[in-house]
């Protein structure tokens, strides 16, 4: 951590709008400057703690939610399908690999996407970049980006991460409302109703930890979590604004988010994104794709973690399905050589996007295969598989192919909502949930075998 927090403003950025007019600029960094943080220092350390956990293979990470929120998706419904997906993949992974579950959500601020092209080829058009800079509406006067949207994204974070709060402590979390979390369009499928059984048994749980005269409402674990929020760190300047050193400690700390991610194409060793975020204190996810050589990701690690402290720095892999199982060992090991004590996160959405007549999708056998290959090559290395990266949603889309409902080509055009890329909907989540828990188990059964 240091001062030179403004080293970047002097590399290349990459994937920055062309903000038409600096002075609009500056005057949303001086508004966004003087609001208050949307996280605290305090709750980003207790992050890392927990990510520390997970790098030392006493837990694991889940971190999920869209590919782009939008602000026209802020809603009360939305964001509580959202969490309630979560917490049931969450207790689905804490339940089936008795495992304590780390939760992140993409949410309150993932309004900024990475784009493959300035100028949309369809339309003429700048690109849609997120709510954050403009509009998705395929007009001029839409898409030019506006640093004003910086200003709403926050206001519109903190109207979200104003509910997650309540949702996380405030009753809606308690493990006895397990059943309620639910919803009726999943209660039919396989996954919910594997589900059911489960939250019979967890109940059952409950009831006989309460005779044995252990108060459940009394236990914070029972009746609450902490979920914590996380987004990628693209738009610099957005950032910056809500950096800020801690008075107590002098600590600097990103406080837009308690996580925040470089994605896979700003993660240029001498680009503005991994200066700045090596500079701030909070856990950094860096995202590795499959042209990532080992010696380039021992040198990310090395300027996002050169203290080696645990907890700090998760390596989001996505290769693919087809790359995972090559890709990935020869990273593995040369990070562990170098002694890093690394989060390795599998992100399995993002290296399995393919085109379907013009539309973008996944299909789930290849984001099951990309997981499993995932746990294949720890279990080869002897090292642990940390965590789960993915998009998803708390309703019944239809924008990846495949799962327990089949959902087939002729499919997609029912409920294709995604502002970006294609989303898990809540069945297919909840059954990816069931399966990483299975592999967990047995990921963690053998450890002891060897360790006894
Ligand atoms: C994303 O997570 O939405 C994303 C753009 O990922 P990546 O940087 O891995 O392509
Ligand atoms: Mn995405």
């Not at 240091?2 to 990459?14: C, G, H, T, V, Y």
């Not at 640093?147 to 405030?170: C, E």
């Not at 048994?201 to 009831?207: C, G, K, S, V």
């Not at 700390?253 to 925040?260: F, G, N, Q």
């Amino acid at each position: 951590m240091s001062n030179d927090l403004d080293i970047w403003r002097s590399l290349p950025a990459r994937q920055q709008p062309s903000w038409p007019d600096q002075e609009e600029l500056a005057a949303a960094f001086a508004e966004l400057s003087a609001l208050p943080p949307l996280v605290t220092a305090p709750e980003v350390r207790s992050l890392t703690d927990r990510l520390a956990m997970v790098a030392r293979g006493e837990a694991f990470l889940l971190q999920g939610g869209d590919c782009a929120e939008t602000f026209a998706a802020n809603t009360a419904d939305k964001i509580r399908d959202k969490v309630k997906t979560l917490l049931q993949m969450a207790v689905a992974l804490t339940y089936g690999a008795s495992t304590p579950v780390v939760k992140v959500a993409r949410i309150a601020g993932q309004y900024a996407k990475p784009r493959s092209a300035d100028i949309e080829a369809s339309t003429g058009l700048p690109s849609y970049r997120g709510d954050a800079v403009n509009d998705i509406t395929p007009n001029a006067q839409a898409r030019r980006p506006n640093p004003k949207r910086m200003v709403d994204a926050y206001h519109q974070s903190a109207v979200a991460l104003n509910l997650v709060r309540a949702f996380a402590t405030g009753g809606f979390a308690d493990l006895h409302k397990v059943h309620e979390w639910n919803k009726a369009f999943v209660r039919d499928s396989a996954a919910g109703r594997r589900y059911e059984l489960m939250a019979v048994d967890i109940e059952r749980a409950l009831a006989f930890m309460a005779a044995c005269g252990i108060d459940p409402d009394r236990t914070a674990a029972l009746t609450g979590v902490e979920m914590f929020t996380s987004h990628e760190g693209l738009l610099m300047e957005y950032e910056r604004a809500l950096t800020r050193t801690e008075e107590s400690t002098g600590e600097v700390y990103d406080l837009s988010a308690h996580m925040i991610w470089i994605g896979e194409r700003t993660r240029d060793l001498d680009g503005a994104h991994v200066d700045f975020l090596s500079r701030v204190g909070n856990p950094i996810g860096c995202k590795i794709g499959p042209k990532a050589t080992p010696d380039e990701v021992v040198a990310l690690t090395e300027r996002l973690n050169p203290d080696h402290v645990p907890g700090r720095l998760t390596l989001i892999a996505r290769m693919g399905a087809k790359r995972v199982r090559d890709a990935l060992p020869p990273i593995i090991d040369k990070v562990n050589s170098a002694g890093h004590p690394v989060v390795w996160s599998c992100d399995p959405m993002h290296g399995n996007t393919r085109d379907v007549g013009g539309v973008k999708t996944r299909h789930f056998d290849d984001v099951l295969d990309e997981v499993f290959g995932f746990f294949e090559v720890h279990k080869g290395l002897g090292t642990h598989p940390g965590g789960l990266h993915i998009e998803l949603t708390g309703e019944n889309v239809t924008e990846c192919l495949g799962g327990a409902e089949m959902i087939g080509e002729a499919d997609l055009g029912g409920r294709y909502e995604t502002a970006c890329d294609p989303r898990l909907n809540t069945g297919q989540a909840l059954e990816l949930a069931f399966l990483v828990a299975e592999s967990l188990q047995q990921a963690r059964a053998e450890r002891d075998t060897h360790t006894r």
